[in-house]
Nanobody, 121 residues
Framework: QVQLVESGGGLVQAGGSLRLSCAASGSIFSINAIGWYREAPGKQRELVARITSGGSTNYADFVKGRFTISRDNAKNTVYLQMNSLEPEDTAVYYC???????????????WGRGTQVTVSS
């Protein structure tokens, strides 16, 4: 079984910073892409940023230049450094990872339970 556990959310004023972490544990053979999505009240879940096993990154347009994603492969952990936060960034942030649990077979998508980020104006 695989678990993704997020941490680092909280309440911050506009212009502030937060760093989210997501640690993957369990029966992991390899992690392909891993990243962050967010879901604001009344809105659909959307991609924030993701990073591949090779280190390639892609970001949503609304966070470019403000957020940075990184990963520590040895720790099976991904980070999201969020700077210059805006009230519009308020959402539940979910970690998502595409993980292969065996050397054979398909890689599957896993989700964490989410961490709340609230940005006050």
């Amino acid at each position: 079984q695989v678990q993704l556990v997020e941490s680092g959310g909280g309440l911050v004023q506009a212009g502030g910073s937060l760093r989210l972490s997501c640690a993957a544990s369990g029966s992991i053979f390899s992690i392909n892409a891993i990243g962050w999505y967010r879901e604001a009240p009344g809105k659909q879940r959307e991609l924030v940023a993701r990073i591949t096993s090779g280190g390639s990154t892609n970001y949503a347009d609304f966070v470019k230049g403000r957020f940075t994603i990184s990963r520590d492969n040895a720790k099976n952990t991904v980070y999201l450094q969020m700077n210059s936060l805006e009230p519009e960034d308020t959402a539940v942030y979910y970690c998502n990872a595409v993980i292969r649990t065996r050397s054979w077979g398909a890689a599957l998508s896993y989700w964490g339970r989410g961490t709340q980020v609230t940005v006050s104006s």
